[in-house]
């Protein structure tokens, strides 16, 4: 539901989220470097405050696609912090029984669509989730995030085209952090304002300040209240800064140490956090009360992790099909 | 019994599907008016347009829709015209339709089905001529139905809508106007069900959608004018395999035949081969023959494409030879 952030719980609610995505990715980049969990890693680390603040105006049965960089936006939307973790070791006890990985979390009952590894998969899907719900007449609404990389794939001019003429009920919210794994946006992009992109298909387009958590909540809650009252989809772009490579383990050789510190100096959570003693939210002592209760659950989320077993390997075939087990 | 095209069995089956179901809704290129072989004649007129939706001629979108509408509470049937279009939205089949009941651990299932028109039909020229089986089968977590007639179309339709996974459905264009009697009522065949077309000892003719039709033409000139009983097992639908009615008649005839329109080279006639030697070996009187297009793209010259794709005489021609050796 459309949060009220003059009240003090709901601060401390979407501060608890923003440190909770960085906390757990955090240990995931020392799980990785440890050698304890396979396959890719992708953080969010530095793009928090979108997740947070947009999903801070959302039902639970409202629908979010991801990207490969999916964990702040299944955290941000609800899902389930065991199983996530699970999820990232393998493990049956995973939210996709192991058979997904980091790359590719999802927890239906949250209206999760899925983290998904290729780019811009999600706009024609967040596509079709929107005319399911035109369809079944109901007034949830479906965010569509995605990437500065993504902007070019075919699919976000296909389903941009389709959502504007049908009006559905989708906000696609540009992730604007500079980088299309390892090339700048700005070799590979035609116009450096992304929010142009919009008026092609006669959709409304607004610019934010991805890391002014805040600015995110104001922007997306009228973008979803419109989306939400049938006046159809809007783009949101959300200038943000990728702290972490496009990888764990990824040299970064591509961008400068200057570069990253500098941009460092804007760190979604320190702002928030800022902001919230400033306004006299929160005081250090409670927000640090509030961080080691979030570390001791990323704590237990991994002990979880790891005690729970892998899938049986006699299993490997099932959740092929629905009704049969062998094609 | 009154006879019907293949593309009326299927408007039928659509029809009872979607006044069975309210979540059913179908979605393509140019359906509104007919589409293009009148497989979707007067669906918008009874349906109206938020159940019968005209979509832009964007592929990605209307497979990538279907799935973000199946995994939120629609049934979406969603057609492409020509199979070649698959083709700018395989990520979509491939990456995304198929994976995603599996990579998420069975959270979701996607009941959508995808209509393509395939094979040769008077020279459309080798981007709306081809068969396309062999992609979709290879896929984990596709059903792939290719129905020869009709009656089976209706029934195989029906099935493959209230299928909870996603089915490739492919409709050959040459029956595609072909009559055939077709009950009037509702009906469902299981996917997965192979049927023997036609009963014979000498040889058993491995075929679907097309060929099944040319295998049946080639089982009565050969029974008239080489006194050979060839058995025709029309599979129907390819994934699930009906594979125990294939073994049956193989074991039975101890000489097969394969016949597809696709190209022979990594065909889905490879797959059937290779499980009837693995499971006949010592059986067979001669090795398993298959009848299908040599590696060209389809040509649009008609001597040339006729030089390339198989009908009955060349399935004829290949039995011949099997029951010389």
């Given at each position: 539901?459309?949060?009220d ?34 396959g ?30 999916g ?9 389930d ?10 493990k049956v006890?995973?939210?996709?029984k192991g ?19 290729i ?28 990437g ?21 009920p ?7 952090n ?9 070799l590979?992009t035609?116009v ?19 890391n ?26 959300a ?8 990888y ?59 005690q729970?077993e892998y ?7 099932d959740y ?8 | 019994?009154?006879?019907i095209?293949?593309?009326q ?5 659509t029809?009872?599907a979607?006044r ?6 179908v ?54 015209s ?8 395989m ?20 009941p ?6 395939d094979?040769?039909?008077r020279?459309?020229?080798a981007q709306?001529s ?5 992609f ?19 029934g ?14 492919l409709?050959?264009k ?12 509702d009906y469902r ?7 023997v ?18 295998a049946l033409e ?7 004018e ?11 639908t ?19 035949v394969?016949?597809?329109?696709a190209?022979?080279f ?12 693995e499971?006949?070996f010592g ?43």
């Amino acid at each position: 539901m459309a949060a009220d952030f003059n009240d003090m719980e709901t601060n401390r609610e979407a501060y608890r989220k923003l440190f909770l995505i960085r906390a757990f990715e955090e240990k995931l980049e020392a799980l990785f470097a440890k050698g304890k969990i396979p396959g890719f890693v992708h953080t969010y680390i530095g793009q928090e405050a979108i997740a947070v603040g947009v999903c801070a105006n959302l039902r639970t049965d409202d629908y979010v696609t991801s990207t490969h960089r999916g964990h702040g936006h299944a955290i941000a939307k609800g899902i389930d912090l065991n199983g996530l973790m699970a999820e990232v070791f393998g493990k049956v006890t995973g939210i996709c029984k192991g058979r997904g990985g980091s790359m590719h979390v999802a927890d239906f009952s949250k209206g999760i669509l899925g983290a998904n590894g290729i780019v811009a998969a999600g706009t024609v899907i967040a596509a079709g989730a929107g005319l399911s719900i035109q369809t079944r007449q109901e007034d949830q609404v479906v965010i569509c995030f995605f990437g500065d990389g993504g902007i070019n794939k075919g699919t976000v001019h296909e389903a941009m085209n389709f959502c504007s003429v049908k009006k559905l009920p989708v906000v696609f919210v540009c992730e604007n952090n500079q980088y299309a794994q390892f090339t700048s946006r700005k070799l590979t992009t035609s116009v450096s304002d992304l929010s142009l992109r919009g008026a092609a298909y006669g959709m409304p387009a607004v610019s934010v300040d991805g890391n002014d958590l805040l600015k995110v909540v104001e922007v997306s809650k009228a973008a979803i209240a419109d989306a939400r009252a049938g006046t159809g989809p809007t783009l949101v772009v959300a200038d943000t800064y990728r702290f972490g490579g496009h990888y764990v383990g990824d040299p970064q050789a591509y961008r400068s140490k200057e570069e990253v510190a500098e941009r460092r100096r804007r760190d979604p959570l320190l702002l928030f956090e800022d902001h919230l003693v400033q306004q006299g939210l929160a005081d250090k002592e409670a927000l640090e009360s509030e961080r080691e209760s979030i570390l001791e659950l990323v704590d237990k989320a991994v002990a979880f992790a790891e005690q729970s077993e892998y899938p049986e390997v006699r299993s490997v075939t099932d959740y092929v099909f629905t009704d049969v087990t062998e094609a | 019994m009154r006879s019907i095209s293949f593309g009326q069995a299927t408007v039928e089956a659509t029809a009872a599907a979607m006044r069975e179901d309210e979540t059913v809704v179908v979605a393509g290129e140019d359906i509104g008016w007919g589409g293009n072989f009148g497989q979707f004649n007067g669906l918008l007129e009874e349906f109206g347009p938020k159940r019968v939706l005209d979509m832009p001629i964007s592929e990605a979108l209307i497979l990538g829709s279907a799935v973000g509408a199946a995994v939120t509470g629609l049934r979406p049937v969603a057609s492409l015209s020509f199979v070649e279009f698959t083709m700018g939205a395989m990520d979509e089949i491939i990456n995304q339709a198929a994976k995603f009941r599996y990579m998420f651990g069975g959270q979701v299932s996607v009941p959508m089905v995808v209509r393509a028109s395939d094979g040769v039909l008077r020279s459309s020229g080798a981007q709306h001529s081809e068969s396309f089986e062999a992609f979709f089968s290879h896929m984990p977590g596709l059903k792939v139905v290719a129905p020869s007639n009709p009656a089976d179309a209706k029934g195989l339709l029906r099935s493959a809508i209230a299928d909870d996974d996603p089915v490739i459905y492919l409709e050959n264009k040459k029956i595609t106007f072909r009559k055939g009697v077709v009950p009037e009522e509702d009906y469902r065949i299981a996917l997965g069900e192979a049927s023997v077309a036609r009963s014979g000892s000498d040889v058993s003719l491995i075929a679907y959608s097309v060929m099944a039709q040319h295998a049946l033409e080639a089982a009565q000139i050969l029974l008239e004018e080489h006194s050979v009983e060839a058995e025709v097992v029309d599979l129907r639908t390819l994934v699930p395999l009906d594979i125990e009615s294939v073994l049956t008649s193989v074991a039975k005839t101890r000489r097969a035949v394969i016949c597809h329109e696709a190209w022979t080279f990594g065909g889905f006639g490879a797959e059937i081969s290779s499980q009837i030697n693995e499971h006949l070996f010592g059986e067979l009187a001669a090795p398993v023959l298959r009848v299908g297009a040599r590696s060209a793209p389809i040509p649009f010259s008609p001597p040339l494409e006729r030089e390339l794709v198989p009908e009955a005489s060349e399935v004829v021609e290949a039995v011949l030879r099997t029951m010389k050796l």
